[in-house]
């Protein structure tokens, strides 16, 4: 398989901060990222798809000015939760395309559980 | 809307089969059935995924139905290690998809001993 890792794995900020997550690809390169969003209980929602290079995709809903993603290599995307509030505390995930034999396998990261206090 | 129907829970003993329906009764002919499965506060991990044939792997085994409108997975001898939630996913390759998926609930399968 590939391995995707997310840094940090969990973090916890005040009301009116920004937080920045990480994702890479460790050995492969990505040309599309994606970001889900999980709260307890419920299902992975996705965020947005993220191109390398370009401008990220976002879902319908989605605030791009306040979940700012950047797609600056192969093997790296950040989610920048800006001015983070309480309900934005939740369980983020990325995941990153691997192309191999035809259809795109898609790896996920584990996580990074996010609390605003 | 979602493309996908699956039972919300099940249960299976340890070292059993564990079988996991899937309805897609909307998929179009360009369309996959993919599996991943999460274990509890993981990120998903893929299992199968295929488009008209069965598949088998290390870990499952997907089978199709002719018609393409639903699926079943199948975890040959299930252990404890495999109490997850389980999503069957429906994905369109397409360039402009970029090959998002869409997760919808999931059965979440408890695995007893």
């Known amino acids: 398989g590939a391995v995707v890792s997310q840094h940090p794995s969990r973090v916890i900020c005040k009301s009116g901060t920004s937080v920045k997550i990480e994702c890479r690809s460790l050995d492969f390169q990505a040309t599309t990222m994606f970001w889900y969003r999980q709260f307890p209980k419920q299902s992975l929602m996705l965020m947005a798809t993220s191109n390398e290079g370009s401008k990220a995709t976002y879902e319908q809903g989605v605030e791009k000015d306040k979940f700012l993603i950047n797609h600056a290599s192969l093997t790296l995307s950040t989610l920048t939760v800006t001015s983070a509030h309480p309900e934005d505390s939740s369980f983020y995930i990325c995941?990153?395309?691997?192309?191999?034999?035809?259809?795109?396998?898609?790896?996920f990261g584990p996580g990074t559980r996010l609390t605003v206090t | 809307d979602a493309k996908t129907t699956q039972p919300t829970s099940m249960d299976c003993a340890e070292g059993r089969a564990a079988n996991l329906p899937c309805n897609h009764s909307t998929i179009s002919g360009n369309e996959y059935v993919y599996w991943y499965r999460q274990i509890h506060s993981q990120g998903p991990q893929y299992i199968i995924h295929g488009l008209k044939n069965n598949e088998t792997n290390e870990m499952a085994s997907l089978i199709i139905t002719e018609d393409r409108k639903s699926s079943t997975l199948i975890l040959p001898h299930a252990t404890l290690r495999d109490t997850a939630v389980y999503y069957c996913?429906?994905?369109?390759?397409?360039?402009?998809?970029?090959?998002?998926?869409?997760f919808g609930a999931g059965t979440q399968v408890v695995v007893t001993p």
């Open positions: 995941s990153a395309n691997k192309f191999r034999d035809g259809p795109y396998e898609q790896y």
């Open positions: 996913i429906v994905r369109d390759l397409s360039t402009d998809s970029w090959g998002k998926l869409q």
